[in-house]
């Protein structure tokens, strides 16, 4: 079983930066396809970015240009860096390894955009 632990979220004003960091269990992280999601107040999760185990990155249009996703395999790490954030981007966002099909989370970390 992977376990998925988030960190970085929080309080950044209109226009800013933050880093979101995932911590993973398991000793095969390397061949894991890595994501973020985020589920905004009184909305479903909505796929935000994914990285395969080759590197190849995708993302929503709604972050594209904004976001990066990356991952560090000898940390068991993935991040991803938010930029020029607008209000619309508050949500809880939360971690994921998809393992062969099947998805595995973490319990998420609040990133709140607000004047």
């Known amino acids: 079983q992977v376990q998925l632990v988030e960190s970085g979220g929080g309080l950044v004003q209109p226009g800013g930066s933050l880093r979101l960091s995932c911590a993973a269990s398991?000793?095969?992280?390397?061949?894991?396809?890595m994501g973020w999601y985020r589920q905004a107040p009184e909305k479903q999760r909505g796929w935000v970015a994914t990285?395969?185990?080759?590197?190849?990155?995708n993302y929503a249009d709604s972050v594209k240009g904004r976001f990066t996703i990356s991952r560090d395999n000898a940390k068991k790490m993935v991040y991803l860096q938010m930029n020029n954030l607008k209000p619309e981007d508050t949500a809880v966002y939360s971690c994921?390894?998809?393992?062969?099909?099947?998805?595995?989370w973490g319990q998420g970390t609040q990133v709140t955009v607000s004047s």
């Open positions: 994921d390894a998809n393992i062969g099909g099947r998805h595995y």
């Open positions: 398991g000793s095969a992280f390397s061949t894991y396809t």
């Open positions: 990285i395969t185990s080759g590197g190849y990155t």
